[in-house]
């Protein structure tokens, strides 16, 4: 793959990501998708990516750095054994563990940056997914880089200490939390931040100190042909689907539940389907403590066909989350036909439209609020048609995988044209 940049030909594409199975989030299916559509735009890409793996195109090459994975599903926050660390970045991990702190983006970072510093004429462009480890800026010096910023994690943090029960829970999340500041310092000096809604521009700004000239708008995609109308499929009266891959307080599934047992406390016989493993954890309790775990089933692990079969299932998805940087399953429900309950926050407005045309809103953080549009929604098969198809319209028109990879490399051109990346290109020629 050596050889010197052609302005005019494929790139070459390395692309990292420490977390990014479809499964863990957005990014993941971010990965997945945009990964898939640059190699369809004729583009070669090498992914390099930590636990849990991603999935990829059969055509994509993946470079499996693996993380001494303390944060697995069966075993979160689990101790290392001393003959598991044999690196450096092994001890980094494994010493912020014991201070409380999550360290894969910087050790993600230090590993990536090990193998991209033996292979600098590999590639033309490095395309980092929001890792945004000090070592991306040893990356930067050597090879051009770009950053995928979805939303600034502070958001995260905001919500969970808002919502921590304690100050001793408030402190250990501040802890936690601590590779937000990392990320803030590192996007601040990246030559360009690509952010996938004008609200997490604004956000990122406002919260990491961002310039707002280093990032650009580049929205994220759906496959329309995947995620599409299954006119054959029987809808279930009150089945009610949402996602909950990430259970954080960000994604609000707290007031989902405690708007379902409003409504079942009405006398309303809905269910509800989430897409996302069951965790213990708060959820759980609360799921327990409503009386609401026989109305319930998790589903995951299944292909994207099997989803778009849950979503023709149900009469309406939805999307309860206190904030949102873009919101992947708003687009892909929607995309479907199905009608979309969605709060206003963060980017969803912005993606979603408005009340009563595209989706049914309501104010996010009020349960209350979230089952009377819920109610609205199960009561009128009409309101539940016109607003899928509009939905469904919407999606169609603005976002695809194409598109997103098509302004994508856009702006790979236009970072690699930065003088300071042609200095670094023609020391290869």
């Not at 693996?66 to 010493?95: C, H, M």
């Not at 998805?317 to 904030?323: I, M, Q």
Request: proline share 7%; glycine share 8%; net charge neutral.
């Amino acid at each position: 793959m050596s050889g010197a940049y052609d302005p005019n030909g494929p790139l070459r594409i390395a692309y990292l990501t420490y977390r990014g199975k479809p499964h863990v989030g957005g990014q993941g299916v971010y990965t997945r998708h945009l990964t898939k559509a640059l190699v369809d735009l004729g583009h070669s890409v090498e992914v390099f990516g930590g636990q849990p793996y991603p999935v990829l195109d059969d055509r994509i090459t993946m470079h499996k750095l693996p993380s001494l994975d303390l944060f697995n599903d069966q075993y979160p926050g689990r101790i290392p054994g001393y003959w598991e660390i044999k690196t450096w970045p092994d001890f980094v991990e494994a010493a912020r563990l014991f201070r409380g702190q999550f360290a894969e983006p910087l050790t993600f970072s230090k590993r990536v940056y090990g193998e991209l510093k033996q292979r600098v004429n590999d590639f033309d462009l490095v395309h980092d997914n929001q890792c945004l480890g000090y070592d991306i800026l040893k990356i930067e010096k050597i090879i051009p880089t770009i950053v995928t910023l979805h939303h600034p994690i502070t958001r995260d943090r905001e919500l969970e200490m808002t919502h921590a029960a304690t100050p001793k829970r408030r402190r250990s999340l501040k802890r936690w939390y601590s590779f937000v500041e990392m990320q803030g310092e590192v996007a601040s000096k990246m030559p360009r931040i690509v952010v996938v809604s004008e609200n997490s521009i604004n956000d990122i700004h406002k919260d990491m100190g961002v310039s707002r000239d280093r990032m650009r708008l580049v929205p994220v995609g759906v496959d329309p042909d995947l995620f599409k109308p299954l006119p054959n499929v029987a809808r279930k009266p009150g089945q009610l689907i949402t996602t909950a891959s990430a259970d954080v307080a960000l994604k609000g599934l707290s007031f989902l539940l405690e708007a379902m047992a409003q409504l079942r406390a009405q006398g309303r016989e809905i269910r509800l389907t989430i897409i996302g493993k069951p965790r213990p954890g708060h959820s759980m309790d609360l799921i327990e403590s409503l009386g609401l775990k026989p109305f319930i089933d998790f589903v995951s692990g299944v292909p994207d066909e099997r989803i778009v079969e849950l979503y023709a299932e149900a009469e309406l998805a939805v999307v309860p989350s206190l904030y949102e940087g873009f919101s992947l399953p708003a687009i892909e429900a929607m995309s479907t036909g199905i009608c979309l309950v969605a709060t206003d926050g963060g980017a969803l407005p912005e993606v979603t439209g408005t009340d009563n045309d595209t989706v049914l809103q309501c104010p996010a953080a009020d349960a209350p609020a979230l089952a009377a549009t819920i109610a609205r929604g199960l009561d009128s098969a009409e309101l539940r048609a016109r607003v899928g198809e509009a939905g469904r319209q919407r999606v169609v028109e603005r976002w695809s995988w194409r598109h997103c990879a098509s302004l994508t490399v856009d702006q790979y051109r236009e970072v690699l044209e930065m003088p300071k990346n042609q200095a670094l290109l023609a020391k290869r020629r």
